[in-house]
């Protein structure tokens, strides 16, 4: 089972890339592909620049790593309320290729924030968009209070009770 994972924050110290590699790596048996949006930067999408190049090959490659996928877990960074600029724009660029951008495989769609909402925002925005871009989303797991609740050292969740509300929907899923 091959599981592509990422955090939807060019943030080299991205707290939602650190929780999509601890959930992702829950699952048994799986072979584990973390990606970074900052190996799939883009020129801002405009159809100016689309005309201008085609598909843009990174756009291309994106798609082609969800599509090696047996599964998604996917946690969003949430910057006023919405996507982060970067995921938005890979998604833009992919959306222009194949409008079913995560190609309905199943997903497990997560969102952290330093805040007490955990990203609540950004994940409702995502819970009813990615349906009609392919997403089957099986499962939404929101940590709130990244730095109180994850253990950096140790890249895990620190709080027992969110911990395991975790392990039990990737158990289930």
């Known amino acids: 089972m ?6 939807a924050s060019p943030s080299k110290n991205s707290i939602n890339k650190k929780l999509a590699t601890y959930a992702a790596n829950l699952f048994e048996n799986a072979e584990v592909e973390v990606l970074d949006l900052n190996d799939f930067q883009m020129p801002i999408f405009s159809v100016d620049i689309e005309k201008e190049i085609g598909e843009h090959e990174l756009a291309k490659a994106f798609l082609a790593k969800i599509a090696g996928a047996d599964i998604l877990v996917v ?6 309320g919405n996507y982060s600029v970067a995921f938005k724009n890979v998604f833009d660029w992919c959306t222009r290729i194949n409008t079913k951008v995560f190609q309905e495989k199943p997903m497990l769609l997560m969102a952290t924030s ?3 909402k955990g990203g609540a925002s950004v994940l409702g925005i995502a819970k009813n968009a990615f349906p009609f871009y392919g997403g089957n989303i099986k499962a939404t797991f929101s940590l709130p209070s990244f730095d109180a609740n994850f253990d950096a050292i140790n890249d895990k969740i620190s709080n027992a009770e969110l911990d395991n509300q975790l392990k039990e929907i990737i158990k289930n899923f």
Not at 2 to 7: E, M, R, S, Y
Not at 75 to 80: F, R
Request: no cysteine; aromatic share 6%; net charge neutral.
């Open 114 to 116: 330093p805040g007490a």
């Open 2 to 7: 091959k599981i592509i994972a990422f955090g």
């Open 75 to 80: 946690s969003l960074a949430e910057n006023n």
